[in-house]
């Protein structure tokens, strides 16, 4: 990593885990393996920052849009690679991603395993952010997206959001993004004080 930080992926350390490197990473992923419109790929990143805002309209508790922005993470290290090639190689992809993604949420303060609302959620935002992409960028129909990722129904999504952005920019954002919700999230870890009367003289 460009931190310097060297991560095992058969045992990943959340103290190897670093922000920085995760936002630079997914901000030069491609999705749809770059088979996209424009004069640059579609990042992971921008990808990430639509399903937290997705995830946002709903979900008042930052730990868990923070888990929405985080929800691709270990692409930062071992890529984004397409569904249909994800089941052909089977299991072990999973159990590293897996493993991966346990690493990158404890080292901010998540845990391993979201709750199953949460992570139906995210799925839930991920799949309305692939509708769009696949319609706007990645040359499908309507009715094909919707054969793979479902109907969007009302989701607030805008087209110019999935205008491909250049890598900086987008790494920027993220990064932005991340320490928003991670301020958000220590703020609520806060302890709470109840105000005393003032004693009369």
Same mark, same amino acid.
């Given at each position: 990593?460009?931190?310097?930080r060297?991560?095992d992926?058969?045992?990943p350390?959340p ?6 490197d ?11 393996n770059?088979?996209t ?28 849009r ?21 089941s ?7 159990? &590293? %991603? #897996?493993?991966?993604?346990? =690493?990158?949420?404890l080292?901010f303060?998540?845990? !391993?395993? *979201?709750? +199953?609302? &949460? %992570? #139906?959620?995210?799925k839930? =935002?991920?799949?309305?952010?692939a509708y769009?992409? !696949?319609? *706007?960028? +990645?040359g499908f %129909?309507?009715?094909?997206a ?10 607030a999504?805008?087209? +110019? ?11 920027t ?9 991670d ?10 004080t109840?105000?005393?009367p003032?004693?009369?003289?």
């Amino acid at each position: 990593m460009l931190s310097g930080r060297r991560l095992d992926l058969l045992d990943p350390s959340p103290l190897d885990v670093e922000i920085a490197d995760i936002a630079h990473g997914l901000a030069r992923v491609a999705r749809w393996n770059g088979q996209t419109q424009g004069d640059c790929a579609f990042s992971v990143a921008q990808h990430s920052l639509i399903v937290e805002a997705l995830v946002a309209a709903n979900e008042p508790d930052p730990r868990w849009r923070l888990a929405a922005l985080l929800h691709d993470a270990p692409e930062y290290v071992i890529g984004d690679m397409i569904s249909p090639f994800k089941s052909v190689i089977g299991g072990d992809y999973k159990s &590293v %991603e #897996k493993r991966l993604q346990g =690493a990158v949420h404890l080292r901010f303060g998540l845990p !391993a395993s *979201l709750p +199953a609302p &949460v %992570e #139906k959620a995210i799925k839930a =935002a991920d799949r309305i952010s692939a509708y769009f992409e !696949a319609t *706007l960028l +990645a040359g499908f %129909e309507a009715h094909e997206a919707e054969k793979f990722f479902g109907a969007p129904g009302r989701a607030a999504c805008h087209p +110019a959001d999935f205008q491909p952005k250049q890598a900086a920019e987008v790494e920027t954002a993220f990064m932005e993004r991340f320490a928003a919700l991670d301020a958000d999230c220590t703020a609520s870890d806060a302890p709470k004080t109840v105000a005393r009367p003032a004693r009369k003289a």
